[in-house]
């Protein structure tokens, strides 16, 4: 299950939800700057990885078009 570690804690939320609303994903947090993240379906492990990289770094990229400065790892 791919981690998600965000330098911007108080966007956890945001990104929580936003993850959350795509119907295959299942995220939970771990820590206040961690996620855990799982893709349903027929994944492996790197592909979950590739899907989850993609889905964060679409995010990331958003915030960054409203002025928002962050570093997301997954790990």
Same mark, same amino acid.
């Given at each position: 299950?791919?981690? !998600?570690?965000? =330098?911007?804690? #108080?966007?956890?939320? $945001?990104?929580? #939800? &936003?993850?959350?609303? /795509?119907? *295959?994903?299942?995220? /939970?947090?771990?820590?206040? *700057?961690? !996620?855990? %993240?799982?893709?349903?379906? &027929?994944? =492996?492990? $790197? +592909?979950?990885?590739?899907?989850?990289?993609?889905?964060?770094?679409?995010? #990331?990229?958003?915030?960054? &078009? /409203?002025?928002? #400065?962050? +570093? %997301? =790892?997954?790990?």
């Amino acid at each position: 299950m791919p981690t !998600i570690r965000i =330098d911007t804690p #108080e966007l956890l939320t $945001a990104l929580l #939800e &936003s993850l959350r609303s /795509q119907p *295959d994903v299942v995220a /939970q947090v771990a820590g206040n *700057d961690t !996620i855990l %993240v799982s893709i349903l379906g &027929s994944y =492996d492990t $790197a +592909h979950m990885r590739m899907a989850t990289y993609l889905r964060v770094r679409a995010w #990331e990229t958003a915030m960054r &078009s /409203q002025g928002i #400065e962050l +570093h %997301v =790892d997954i790990v």
